[in-house]
C-alpha cells in the first residue's frame, strides 16, 4: 500500500468506527485502531472540516480534563424514499442512521400519463426545498413501486398492478436534480429489515401488505436471481382451479395471502383486527383461514427453501405470538419435515419500512464510499 492509501484507509476506519460505536474519544479511537494521537488527529479535522463529524459533548471523568467525544453527523447526508401507491403516495427522508425525520403522505390516484408524473415530480422537490438541504447533501430518490424494476433501477420489467411495464425513471427523474431509481416494494421492505437486523443471515421475508410480495435474503442479502425476479412467491400456483390473479393466472398464492383478500370492501386493517382480538367469531373464523392459506404456502416454499420466515408488510404491526404459534403448528401439520424450533418471525420494521427501504440503497453507498 502506498502513503496515500494508508491515509485513505485510516480515514475510512476512523469515520466507520465512531458510526459504529455512536460516540468515541480520540484516545478510544487511537487505541482500538493501533494509531497514534497525531494521525488521529489529523483525520478528526479533516472529517469535521468536512462535516462528516461533531464534537458531541464530553466523557464522565473522575480525573483532569473530560475528552470530547466524537460521533457523525447524520444528516450530512440524506437519501429520499418515496412510497407509490395507487391512491397515494409516501415522500419521507432519512438519515445516515436510517432513520426517519420528516415525512409527508399525499392522497393522488395513479395515473400512468405525464401530468401524475410531473405532480409527483414536483412534490417530492417541494419536500426536499422544505427540508432546506445543499444539493449535494441529497444523496437520491428511490421510487418504490408494486413492481419488478431492473437491476439498475432505471425501468420496469413486470408492472401489472399499476400497467406500467416498460416505464423508465426519466418519467420522474426529467423534473428532478438528483440521481433517481425504482425499487421494487418488497425487495425495500426487506432491505429496511435487514438494515434493522444484522442476524439475519438467510432467510424468505413475506411482505404482506394490499398486495403481497417476496424476497430471498441470501448472506445477508437480497437475491435477485438470473432474471431478477426471485422472491416473487406471490405468483407461486397454491390453487390451479383457484381465483384469478392480476397476473392473469388462477390460484397464485397473491389471491389467497394478501390484505385484499382478507378484507371486505370499506373495511380498514384497524377494524378487522379489532373484531378478531374482541373474539367476533365470523371475524376469527376469516383470520384462521387466512392463516391456514399463509401457513399452506409458507410450507411449500419451506420445502424448496428450508431457511426462517419474517412476515413483514403493513399486516405486521397487528401480528401476535399467537398468530404465530397457530403458523408454526399448521405449518408442522402439513408438512413431512416438522421442527421444534421456531422458524417464523414478526418484521421488526414499521410501516415505513417501504420508503425507508426505498432511501438506504443511497445510505449505504454513500457510507461505503467514505
Known amino acids: 500500500m502506498t502513503l496515500k492509501d494508508i491515509k485513505k484507509n485510516n480515514y475510512s476506519l476512523i469515520y ?74 409516501r415522500i419521507l427522508a432519512v438519515d445516515l442512521w436510517g432513520t426517519v425525520f420528516q415525512e409527508k403522505e399525499l ?4 395515473a400512468n400519463d405525464g401530468h401524475y408524473f410531473k405532480q409527483v415530480s414536483l412534490e417530492v422537490q417541494s419536500f426536499i426545498d422544505d427540508l432546506d ?22 425501468r420496469i ?31 425495500c421492505a426487506a432491505t429496511t429489515e435487514l438494515w434493522m437486523r444484522k442476524d439475519i443471515g438467510d432467510a424468505v421475508y413475506l411482505s404482506i401488505g394490499t398486495h403481497l410480495g417476496g424476497a430471498i435474503i441470501i448472506n445477508d442479502q437480497i437475491y435477485m436471481g438470473k432474471d431478477g425476479y426471485s422472491g416473487t412467491v406471490e405468483h407461486m400456483t397454491v390453487n390451479p382451479n383457484g381465483s384469478l390473479c392480476y397476473c392473469g393466472k388462477k390460484g397464485c398464492m397473491e389471491t389467497v ?22 373474539g367476533v367469531s365470523s371475524y376469527v373464523e376469516r383470520w384462521k383461514a387466512f392463516l391456514e392459506n399463509l401457513a399452506f404456502s409458507i410450507n411449500n416454499i419451506r420445502l424448496v427453501i428450508n431457511r426462517d420466515f419474517i ?46 427501504g426505498a432511501a438506504i440503497p443511497f445510505i449505504q453507498s454513500f457510507l461505503d464510499s467514505v
Not at 449535494?136 to 433501477?153: C, K, R
Not at 370492501?265 to 382480538?277: A, H, T
Request: proline share 4%.
Open 257 to 278: 395471502c394478501s390484505i385484499h383478500v382478507l378484507l371486505k370492501e370499506s373495511e380498514s386493517l384497524d377494524f378487522f383486527f379489532q373484531q378478531v382480538r374482541s
Open 16 to 89: 466507520h468506527l465512531i458510526y459504529q460505536h455512536k460516540k468515541l474519544s480520540k484516545q478510544e479511537i487511537a487505541n482500538l485502531l493501533h494509531l497514534s494521537l497525531p494521525t488521529v488527529n489529523q483525520h478528526l479535522a479533516r472529517l469535521e472540516k468536512e462535516k462528516l463529524i461533531e464534537k458531541n459533548g464530553y466523557f464522565e471523568s473522575s480525573v483532569g480534563r473530560r475528552a470530547a467525544a466524537y460521533a457523525i453527523c447524520p444528516q450530512a447526508r440524506i437519501g429520499i424514499g418515496v412510497e407509490i401507491q395507487k391512491k397515494k403516495i
Open 133 to 154: 438541504f445543499k444539493k449535494e447533501q441529497v444523496l437520491g430518490i428511490g421510487f418504490a413501486v408494486q413492481a419488478l424494476t431492473s437491476t439498475d433501477g432505471r
Open 107 to 110: 392522497s393522488l390516484d395513479y
Open 311 to 356: 412476515l413483514g408488510g403493513h399486516i405486521s404491526p397487528y401480528l401476535k405470538e399467537e398468530d404465530l404459534v397457530l403458523l408454526h403448528e399448521w405449518v408442522n401439520e402439513k408438512t413431512t419435515f416438522p421442527s421444534d424450533e421456531p422458524f417464523i418471525y414478526i418484521s421488526r420494521s414499521n410501516e415505513n419500512g417501504v420508503p425507508i
Open 157 to 187: 420489467i413486470y408492472g401489472k398492478i399499476l400497467d406500467c411495464t416498460g416505464m423508465d425513471i426519466h418519467v420522474f427523474s426529467q423534473y428532478l436534480e438528483y440521481p433517481c431509481k425504482f425499487l421494487h416494494d418488497a425487495k
